[in-house]
């Protein structure tokens, strides 16, 4: 009795002892923090961190510890210093609101931040709002969605990406945000790894930071045209590693992958049975070639989708899930937790608008990119021509630009644009947004012209 004693006295020395070096590398963290904010670095140090990866399983080998388990341990460590580190970034968002508290104070804004088409949703909605109380779409129901809804879907997606798409591979949700979100905090686990490539929407690393969840951030340039290389993404996969996060058409850049890096990437998933969560909600604004993640018929890839900028819906709330039926369980389990179901007339609605003829609304943005494309090329930015997507992500060459005072300093001119520095370590970046009639792109773009030579 006494022996067990002892060693529960030891073990709460141990795990003491542990609490008060936690609390010396949080104020080292924090430190650091102050330093890199000071001098401008990002939050993260993939270099660094991966040394000291090294070191770590170096030292399990050495003293006889179970690698998986320490480098989970280690996983959350990193995370808690990006959490101290992490100030308030600003990102597309928080100009947006911005924008709109000037606007309630009666400054005029040209909205080039957000990605919300100004179109508004196909006529047939209008007609499904007012019919849908007749029609009794009113109560609660399934989790993952109502069954002539997820059929409609399933019929849909199967005619338009050439696949073979059942209901039961269906969820749908308020948003393709919350696919996201149930599909990576159902899928992995608190000290899990998940590779995301950078230059990307914000959400994908702040779903995991909420979870726990290690982010391995691939870096990606314009001049390598915005693809990753495989040769990275292969030496950031380890044994904690569970899924890769992709996004084309992207956001913000508008890259497609060449067929051949896509597939690629695929290979490299299936051996090494990573979750490949494709967010292809731009799908409906390729102008290039674009094959959707489900041609690959991979069992552990989970697709979202969404009405938001398709049918110009981000009000409406809703979007959906593709994925085997054993992903979707999972994710109906979250779902049905946190919302019970989707609101039963919303969905109808959506149901309604697949029926609408939307390629209009390709044609309009596509116009839309073509005339920032122009006018970005005539104030000499450097920028790959989007392959799709509602974005043109541009680098600004003037010495010490910094994307966030620009984004601030816009405003005041009346111009809202997004700074590079929420999409990843892109501080001389501005994402540009065609979402916009062409004249208020080229007034916009005009402002923006007039703003940099004024600080030339
Ligand atoms: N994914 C990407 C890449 C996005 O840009 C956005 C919204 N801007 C979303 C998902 C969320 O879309 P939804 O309105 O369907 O939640």
């Known amino acids: 009795m006494s022996d067990i004693n002892d060693l529960r006295n030891q073990m709460d020395e141990v795990t003491l002892e542990m609490i008060k070096l936690l609390k010396t590398r949080t104020d080292i963290a924090k430190e650091?923090?102050?330093?890199?904010?000071?001098?401008?670095?990002?939050?993260?140090?993939?270099?660094r961190e991966d040394n000291l990866r090294r070191k770590v399983i170096s030292l399990c080998i050495d003293i006889g510890l179970d690698e998986t388990i320490a480098t989970k341990f280690f996983n959350f460590l990193l995370n808690e210093s990006v959490k101290v580190q992490s100030t308030n970034k600003q990102t597309h968002l928080s100009i947006f609101?911005?924008?709109?508290?000037?606007?309630?104070?009666?400054?005029?804004?040209?909205?080039?931040?957000?990605?919300?088409?100004?179109?508004?949703?196909?006529?047939?909605?209008?007609?499904?709002?007012?019919?849908?109380?007749?029609?009794?779409?009113?109560?609660?129901?399934?989790?993952?969605?109502?069954?002539?809804?997820?059929?409609?879907?399933?019929?849909?997606?199967?005619k338009k990406f050439n696949s073979d798409v059942t209901q039961d591979n269906i969820i749908v949700s308020p948003g393709a945000r919350f696919s996201i979100f149930t599909a990576i905090t159902t899928l992995l686990n608190p000290g899990d790894e998940m590779i995301i490539i950078e230059p990307a929407w914000p959400a994908y690393k702040d779903c995991a930071l909420h979870s726990g969840i290690k982010v391995r951030t691939i870096n990606t340039t314009l001049e390598e045209k915005w693809e990753p290389s495989l040769e990275k993404i292969e030496n950031a996969i380890n044994s904690n590693t569970k899924m890769i996060v992709l996004n084309y058409p992207n956001n913000p850049t508008g890259k497609i992958l060449p067929e051949k890096l896509q597939d690629d990437i695929i290979n490299l998933a299936r051996k090494n049975d990573l979750y490949v969560l494709s967010d292809e909600i731009y799908s409906h604004y390729a102008k290039n070639n674009w094959k959707s993640i489900l041609s690959y018929n991979y069992k552990k890839s989970i697709i979202t989708q969404s009405f938001s900028k398709s049918h110009a819906m981000t009000g409406f709330r809703i979007g959906y899930g593709i994925a085997d039926t054993k992903i979707i369980e999972k994710m109906a389990k979250l779902e049905a937790l946190c919302l019970t179901n989707v609101s039963e007339p919303i969905q109808y609605i959506a149901m309604k608008a697949l029926e609408a003829d939307i390629s209009n609304n390709t044609n309009t943005v596509q116009d839309r990119l073509d005339v920032l494309t122009q006018k970005t090329k005539e104030m000499g930015l450097d920028f790959v021509i989007p392959d799709g997507a509602m974005y043109l992500f541009a680098r600004v060459n003037q010495k010490g630009f910094d994307g966030v005072e620009f984004a601030n300093s816009a405003l005041e001119k009346g111009l809202a644009i997004a700074p590079g520095d929420g999409f990843g370590n892109y501080k001389n970046f501005i994402r540009i947004s065609a979402c916009q009639d062409?004249?208020?792109?080229?007034?916009?773009?005009?402002?923006?012209?007039?703003?940099?030579?004024?600080?030339?």
Do not use: C
């Open 32 to 47: 650091i923090g102050e330093i890199k904010k000071n001098i401008g670095k990002g939050v993260t140090d993939e270099l």
């Open 97 to 158: 609101l911005k924008a709109k508290s000037l606007e309630q104070k009666g400054k005029k804004i040209i909205h080039m931040e957000v990605g919300e088409p100004d179109f508004l949703p196909p006529s047939i909605v209008k007609n499904a709002l007012e019919e849908v109380f007749d029609k009794g779409f009113l109560k609660y129901g399934q989790a993952r969605g109502m069954p002539i809804f997820r059929e409609a879907l399933a019929r849909y997606v199967s």
């Open 438 to 456: 062409k004249k208020t792109l080229i007034e916009g773009m005009n402002i923006l012209n007039d703003i940099m030579s004024e600080n030339q």
